[in-house]
């Protein structure tokens, strides 16, 4: 037999190619960048419009719905009839307090009337009342006046006090504010005791509530 042809070994370079898959080139990253912060975005603009509308909510229900002019009144009576005067129908009341310091609270919708009764500012009247020896004065210088001006709240900022005339006599009215709402302080003086008023809404209901407001303090009268 004729001898065999040696063969020479195979190096690695000369092995039939392994099947390996080729690497595609990596695309450009923006448009995940891009579609990142556009959902960023939306998300944010949501959280933002959800937060704006829970503040408006929020701040319509602290504040009631807005105010109407009054149109029905009825007629309040203290307990043993020292006073008396005309409120809103169909507004809640809480009544509280002994003879002579009875007081009352008519309420509607962020909107506050309370009346209370005390000796003190009876007392400052009589005083003031002395001091004049009975002779005619001003307004400014009268007993409701001089009553009046000491009951002021520390602190409040009133306008100059003015004189109204209530089925109770005369009587001495300021306007305030305090933040964001506007009132009315009133002070009558009864037989024995005086009374202090307040009348107070939302600054944004003043020009619908103020007549009522100006038509209870002027309805105030001595037993009932």
Known sequence: MPPRKSESP???????????KKKKPAGPRWPLYA??????????????????IGIIFGVKAFRGTPAEPVA?????????NEF??????????????????????????????????NMTGSLIGDIAGAANFGKEVSDERS??????????????????????????????????????????????LLHQTALD??????????ETLRPAFERLIESVARGG
């Open 10 to 20: 195979r190096s690695d370079d000369d092995a039939p190619a392994r099947g390996k």
């Open 35 to 52: 579609g990142i912060a556009a959902g960023g975005l939306v998300v944010l603009l949501l959280v933002i419009g959800v937060g704006i």
């Open 72 to 80: 029905k009144w009825s007629r309040y009576n203290s307990a043993e």
């Open 84 to 117: 008396g005067f005309d409120y809103p129908t169909g507004w809640h009341c809480r009544e509280s307090g002994i003879k002579n310091k009875r007081g009352v609270i008519f309420s509607n919708s962020g909107t506050t009337i309370t009346v209370k009764e």
């Open 143 to 188: 007993p409701v006046a001089k009553v009046h001006e000491l009951r002021k709240p520390e602190g409040a900022k009133e306008e100059p006090a003015v004189t109204v005339t209530t089925k109770a006599g005369k009587a001495r009215r300021s306007l305030y504010t305090d933040g964001s709402r506007r009132g009315y302080r009133a002070t009558v």
């Open 197 to 206: 008023i307040f009348c107070e809404c939302h600054e944004s209901d003043w």
